[in-house]
């Protein structure tokens, strides 16, 4: 099996830069939730229609985010994801900022899914079937016991 790894391109506006035009921290956070999304959109699932739907979202449980180098402003940006595990209520991603082959921010994303009140729920099989294909070779969709 090969890896899938989703590339997603951004662009570094004034906005997402702090005093001294540099990313602020968190706008990191910003481009990996929209690299996901596509991410997802890219395998089918389109988040809204699986709310409306399934009654389902999903909400980041875990971010374990490494800061490697600055990016700045109008900098173009590349938020590589890596699906590699889905198991019960949860999957997590590796995903990866880089500036052309420069690193700047490696992190790993866990994600829960749950329902609108926010209890937990298990992913369901359809959305499983289309995110297998996505997974890393070490990676494995387990199913529910």
Known sequence: MTVITHA???RVYYEDTDHGGIVYYANYLKFMERAR???LRDAGIELDELESVSGIVFAVTEAHVHYLNP???NDVLIVDSTLIEVRGARMTFQQQIRREAENIVESEIRLACMD???RPRRIP???RRKIQP???PAAAVREPA
Request: hydrophobic share 45%; no cysteine.
């Open 116 to 118: 609108r009140e926010g």
């Open 125 to 127: 099989a359809e959305l």
């Open 134 to 136: 996505e997974l890393t």
């Open 37 to 39: 999304t596509e991410f």
């Open 8 to 10: 997603f391109s951004v």
């Open 71 to 73: 990016a700045r402003f």
